[in-house]
């Protein structure tokens, strides 16, 4: 049974920086993608950014080029930089082995303008 832990959010002005982490525990192929998704109230849970066990990464048009996301074996991490109030969301953290999908409990991010 694999659990991912999520930390790291909380309320930061427009602008500024959060750091998100999540780690994986139990057993997990070794070829894997983790990634962060969000999901802000009365919407629709989104991709925000993957990255594989390889390294190739994907991110939405909507943080592109203002966020960073980084990972070793079982953690994940996600830089975002010049927060928009627009990211307020829960974030969840996912880890993906062929298509068999984990999720983190979520951790609330929350922008002030």
């Known amino acids: 049974q694999v659990q991912l832990v999520e930390s790291g959010g909380g309320l930061v002005e427009a602008g500024g920086s959060l750091r998100l982490s999540c780690t994986a525990s139990?057993?997990?192929?070794?070829?894997?993608?983790m990634g962060w998704y969000r999901q802000a109230p009365g919407k629709q849970r989104e991709l925000v950014a993957t990255i594989t066990s390889g390294g190739e990464t994907q991110y939405a048009d909507s943080v592109k080029g203002r966020s960073a996301i980084s990972r070793d074996k079982k953690t994940v991490y996600l830089q975002m930089n010049s927060l928009k109030p627009e990211d307020t969301s829960v974030y969840y953290c996912?880890?993906?082995?062929?298509?068999?999908?984990?999720w983190g409990q979520g951790t609330q991010v929350t922008v002030s303008s």
């Open positions: 996912n880890l993906d082995q062929q298509s068999i999908m984990s």
């Open positions: 139990g057993i997990f192929l070794r070829l894997n993608t």
